[in-house]
């Protein structure tokens, strides 16, 4: 595979640590890895064994949840791991860059910056738009990974599906084009790129269990890749990435039955969302209510620190992304329960009166 030649040489060329729980999976009398022979003295559950780098089980159910080939997975310690990897097999300290197009998620350039490689970032249009024309004038021979954040955090709208179809056949064999679907769940009927792996082999897809699924704190992600793309993060993942409780979580909310209930709680948030929206677009205090495919609204505020502060003083917290390039005065606000929503609206109607 010819975009492979992109990544560090001395990264594909790595033997990759074998560990003894990859060596010889389950035998009757595990002698190879130092366990302890005993479960914990005092724990529900035994623990006492490595776990598998890669569960088959959970490699296969994700693998039918976003309908790509098992061997097209690499689960991880959440995207954010993902993120980290790539970035680590792809780009040269010193020499190498990816391009962003902010506003967007933080992890990309922190990533990219921890590894010592350069961040192009080309801004979004006023619409919050990615600008294609001007992504692809931009990347230099250099430019290894081009991330893409669809619904976009923060702003929440989608990307185009011929929009990345247009960046992945310009970048062929050059670079990776890195779809980052954290929220796609919530953008209902929003086709995965993942659905163009077959044709696009330049195409990586982020998916988590963080977000629809509800399981921030179990840290499991999904990252979707060509084959070889997988077996070359393989080559840097740590030899156990995964904590065996948290295979256990991923493989219960990935059953028919959590699945069918996931897809209830997402139809739930997605009205929730339209409601807060239109509450939010009604209100004195607010500009802006930009539309969003996601579990979040980004909301421009006539005074966003003062909102913030408001809401804050109500025990409620929201994101202050202000700071952001063309992001003045915005605040990302998560779509709650609808409890939570009134709470928040109710807070910030009564802060108004008390203003
Ligand atoms: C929340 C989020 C993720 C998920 O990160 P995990 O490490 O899987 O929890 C990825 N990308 C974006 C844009 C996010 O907002």
Redesign the pocket.
């Known amino acids: 595979m010819k975009l492979l030649e992109r990544a560090r040489p001395e990264i594909a060329a790595l033997q990759p640590y074998a560990s003894a729980r990859m060596e010889a999976g389950a035998a009757s009398i595990m002698l190879n890895a130092n366990e302890s022979p005993w479960p914990g003295a005092d724990v529900a559950f035994a623990l006492n064994r490595y776990p598998d780098p890669q569960p088959a089980a959970l490699r296969a159910a994700l693998a039918k949840l976003y309908a790509v080939a098992p061997e097209q997975v690499l689960i991880g310690?959440?995207?954010?791991?993902a993120?980290d990897l790539l970035v680590r097999a792809f780009c040269t300290a010193g020499r190498d860059a990816v391009a962003i197009a902010p506003p967007?998620?933080g992890?990309y350039a922190v990533a990219a910056r921890i590894q010592g490689a350069a961040v192009i970032e080309v801004p979004l249009g006023p619409a919050f738009e990615l600008d294609t024309d001007a992504l692809l004038d931009a990347l230099t021979d250099a430019t290894k990974l081009i991330f893409v954040?669809t619904p976009?955090?923060p702003t929440g709208n989608l990307v185009p599906m011929p929009a990345i179809r247009r960046l992945s056949d310009a970048l062929r064999d050059h670079a990776l084009l890195v779809v980052?679907e954290?929220?796609l769940e919530f953008a209902e009927g929003a086709p995965s790129a993942a659905s163009l792996l077959r044709k696009h082999d330049n195409i990586a897809v982020?998916r988590?269990?963080?977000?629809a699924h509800a399981l921030?704190g179990a840290?499991?992600?999904a990252f979707i890749a060509a084959a070889p793309v997988v077996e070359l993060l393989r080559h840097i993942q740590a030899p156990y990435p995964l904590p065996q409780p948290s295979v256990d979580a991923a493989l219960a909310a990935l059953s028919a039955a959590a699945l069918a209930k996931t897809d209830t709680r997402t139809a739930t948030l997605r009205g929730e969302r339209e409601r807060l929206a239109r509450a939010l677009s009604a209100a004195p205090y607010v500009r802006e209510v930009f539309v969003s495919a996601a579990n979040f609204l980004c909301v421009r505020f006539r005074d966003a620190r003062a909102a913030y502060r408001r809401l804050l003083a109500c025990g409620i917290v929201v994101r202050d992304v202000s700071r952001y390039r063309a992001l003045e005065n915005c605040l990302r606000i998560s779509v709650g329960s609808a409890q939570q929503n009134a709470a928040l609206l109710d807070a910030l109607a009564r802060s108004e009166i008390a203003a």
């Open positions: 310690r959440g995207s954010d791991e993120i967007t998620f992890m954040c976009n955090n980052d954290a929220y982020l988590t269990l963080s977000k921030a840290r499991v992600g």
